[in-house]
């Protein structure tokens, strides 16, 4: 074994002590960071909101029952732009009056496919 080779692996040995020290002050001290509990998004939140409705709502009822449910403060603006951009690309929400939403069904026993 040459001296580079040796040198490496005191380099790997010393590195791994010193995680397991490291690890054995923090311990003992509060973390340095806090930990963050990830929150539901505004548009899971409304989706379980129109899809509980079983109907569709308006914006306003949409952030009502968020608010009742689950205690989330939807963001007026934001939630009807993010429900937009669904609408047109044909995905999850259909718009069936102004401002107003439902979930749309794409189960297969509601959407049968031709036979």
């Not at 080779?5 to 960071?33: C, G, H, N, T």
């Not at 079983?54 to 968020?66: F, G, N, Q, T, V």
Request: no cysteine; glycine share 2%; hydrophobic share 35%.
């Amino acid at each position: 074994m040459d001296i580079k080779e040796w040198a490496k692996i005191q380099e790997s040995l010393l590195k791994s002590q010193l995680k397991i020290i490291r690890e054995v002050i923090r311990q003992d001290s509060p973390p340095r960071f806090k930990s963050q509990t990830k929150g539901r998004s505004q548009m899971s939140t409304a989706y379980d909101v129109l899809h509980a409705a079983e109907k569709p709502l308006h914006i306003s009822e949409i952030i009502s029952r968020a608010r009742e449910d689950f205690s989330v403060e939807l963001d007026r603006d934001s939630i009807v732009s993010a429900l937009t951009k669904k609408v047109k690309a044909g995905r999850t929400f259909k718009r069936v009056a102004p401002n107003t939403f439902t979930v749309v069904d794409s189960s297969p026993e509601k959407n049968p496919l031709p036979t």
